[in-house]
Nanobody
Framework: QVQLVESGGGSVQAGGSLRLSCAAS????????GGWYRQTPGNEREMVAK???????EYADSVKGRFTISRENAKNTVYLQMRNLKPEDTAVYLC?????????WGQGTQVTVSS
């Protein structure tokens, strides 16, 4: 059974930092591209950051220079370090692991940034 367990969300003031974690089980983690997405009510889910199997990264323009995605294959975990958070970063953040023919999502973790 595949499980993605997210943690690290919460409430923070603007300018603060949070680190999200996504621990996976039931898959061969190194086969998967890792990603973090976010969603707010009434809006489409948007890609925040992705990391390839080899460690190459991609970011949404809105978070470049503030967020860092990383992976620790020994722990089957993808991280999202978020710095200099802004109120517009408030959203539910979802972890994603994808390979050809398989696409898994976490349950989501709320991040709230107050001004």
């Amino acid at each position: 059974q595949v499980q993605l367990v997210e943690s690290g969300g919460g409430s923070v003031q603007a300018g603060g930092s949070l680190r999200l974690s996504c621990a996976a089980s039931g898959i061969i983690f190194t086969n998967y591209v890792g990603g973090w997405y976010r969603q707010t009510p009434g809006n489409e889910r948007e890609m925040v950051a992705k990391i390839s199997r080899g460690g190459s990264t991609e970011y949404a323009d809105s978070v470049k220079g503030r967020f860092t995605i990383s992976r620790e294959n020994a722990k089957n975990t993808v991280y999202l370090q978020m710095r200099n958070l802004k109120p517009e970063d408030t959203a539910v953040y979802l972890c994603n692991l994808k390979e050809s023919g398989a696409d898994y999502w976490g349950q989501g973790t709320q991040v709230t940034v107050s001004s």
